[in-house]
């Protein structure tokens, strides 16, 4: 199953939820994940950076 197809099941099947405990640990556990993929992606600004910001 390639990933647009997953995405689909699991929105269908997110949908069909009833449960409250369970959108709110979701919507958490997505939260959580994409703070944890920003900071790892994230690299600080070289000086040369940060000095042409302040320049613009």
Known sequence: M???ARKISFVQEFL???NEEI???L???LRKRKAELIE???KPMTMEQYNAE???
């Open 40 to 42: 790892r992606n994230f």
């Open 54 to 56: 302040i320049d613009q």
């Open 27 to 29: 919507e958490k556990l």
């Open 16 to 18: 069909r939820l009833q």
């Open 23 to 25: 959108v709110s640990g």
């Open 2 to 4: 390639d990933l647009e």
